[in-house]
């Protein structure tokens, strides 16, 4: 009687196991990808320009909603409930001082704060397999970033005017569902609007809505447990290190959404499942995982990478 190795029962398993070929797959290319790499990169960076956009966003928002304060406080709260492992901690004074010393203030932030965006562009140029001669140069990495962080203000000014109109018309139960369909609507804005301006152009916009509805779903999720697992950490005696080991948790869990959501678009989009978990590359999603990931190291229009595989 013929008996089968683990490796091959469970590759068996899931070929009979349709849903679970999707999620596998999502895994696999992840692990190809070195993508708890690519995510730690993400939150590193996260944590080094955290500040220095808040700084740069209250100071402009100080000056668009200037003549109203209750708008203000509105965006500031929408702020403190994408990242509530800050609290009352999240600092929104924004610069002030000379025109000069304003403006150069500004520029410094900015620009300390634009290693996030470069780190989720390498991201993303990895998990779509972009070969290194077609990505971004310097200059414009650094535009898509700024690009990124004007759409995200607005959508978070938008967001905050819409969850006011929500908030004011209905109450109890009903505010409290409205409240997590306008979270959904908002978070998976954010993610599409992230996905889009990170992606190479390349890649179709209707090709990430699949990432952006589990991105969505997932981020709701984090946030609606987020402040009370929070509160649990900061009642504990952390001292000084109450704020930054949960704002490490948080931009870490954050990445990790990031990471597995745009992997699903990929795996999606291009079809790469069933994957094997175990053994040689035999499958034909394994291949072509594969060969895509070897001609990302294509650097130069003169240089070509071929991909075989040993049958």
Request: hydrophobic residues 50%; positive net charge.
């Amino acid at each position: 009687m013929d008996v089968m190795s683990a490796p091959r029962r469970f590759n068996a398993l899931q070929q009979r196991t349709r849903w679970l070929a999707v999620p596998i797959a999502v895994v696999r290319k992840a692990s190809d990808d070195s993508g708890g790499n690519l995510a730690a990169l993400v939150a590193y960076y996260g944590f080094f320009s955290l500040f220095p956009l808040l700084l740069v966003f209250t100071t402009i928002l100080g000056f668009v909603l200037s003549s109203d304060p209750g708008e203000q406080a509105s965006v500031q709260h929408s702020i403190r409930a994408q990242f509530p492992s800050l609290g009352s901690s999240l600092p929104i004074q924004g610069i002030t001082g000379s025109p000069v010393a304003l403006v150069l203030g500004v520029l410094v932030s900015l620009y300390a704060g634009l290693g996030v965006t470069n780190a989720a562009q390498n991201l993303m140029n990895t998990v779509w397999a972009v070969p290194r001669k077609h990505r971004p140069n310097f200059v414009q990495q650094r535009l898509r970033g700024l690009g990124l962080f004007a759409a995200l203000g607005v959508l978070f000014i938008v967001s905050t005017i819409i969850t006011g109109a929500v908030s004011s018309t209905f109450g109890g139960v009903g505010a409290k569902i409205a409240g997590y369909v306008v979270s959904l609507i908002v978070n998976g804005g954010l993610f599409f609007t992230a996905f889009r301006l990170m992606t190479d152009t390349s890649v179709a916009s209707r090709e990430l809505r699949s990432g952006t509805a589990v991105a969505a779903v997932l981020w709701t999720f984090l946030q609606s447990i987020g402040t009370l697992y929070i509160h649990h950490i900061k009642t504990t005696h952390y001292g000084t290190f109450a704020v930054v080991i949960p704002l490490i948790v948080w931009l870490h869990l954050g990445a990790q959404v990031f990471l597995y959501s745009a992997e699903v678009n990929v795996v999606i989009t291009r079809r790469l499942w069933p994957r094997n978990l175990f053994g040689p590359p035999a499958a034909t999603a394994d291949q072509e995982a594969r060969a895509a990931l070897a001609k990302t190291e294509e650097r130069s229009d003169e240089q070509t990478v071929d991909v075989e595989f040993e049958t």
